[in-house]
C-alpha cells in the first residue's frame, strides 16, 4: 500500500519544465503518426518517396526536442 502510495505522489510531483515544449513533441510524434498511415496507403512510388524524407525530418526534430526536454 505504501508503494502504491510513493508510485503515485511520484507521477503527481513530476514536473513539466516547459509545457510548450512537450505541446511540441507531441505535435510531432501526432505529424509522424500520421505520415505513416499516408505512406502505409500510398502507392505512387513518388509519393512514397517524399513521405519518407518528411518522416526522417520529423524524426529528426523528435530527436532534437527530445533532447531539449531532457536538458
Same mark, same amino acid.
Given at each position: 500500500?505504501?508503494?502504491l502510495e510513493r508510485e503515485r505522489a511520484t507521477k503527481q510531483a513530476k514536473v513539466v519544465r516547459d509545457p510548450e515544449k512537450v505541446r511540441a513533441l507531441?505535435?510531432?510524434k501526432?505529424?509522424?503518426k500520421e505520415l505513416n #498511415?499516408?505512406?502505409v496507403a500510398?502507392?505512387?512510388e513518388?509519393?512514397?518517396a517524399q513521405l519518407q524524407q518528411a518522416?526522417?525530418?520529423v524524426d529528426r526534430r523528435i530527436a532534437e526536442a527530445a533532447a531539449a526536454? #531532457?536538458?
Open positions: 500500500m505504501e508503494e507531441e505535435s510531432l501526432l505529424a509522424r #498511415a499516408q505512406f500510398t502507392v505512387n513518388r509519393r512514397r518522416m526522417a525530418e526536454l #531532457a536538458d
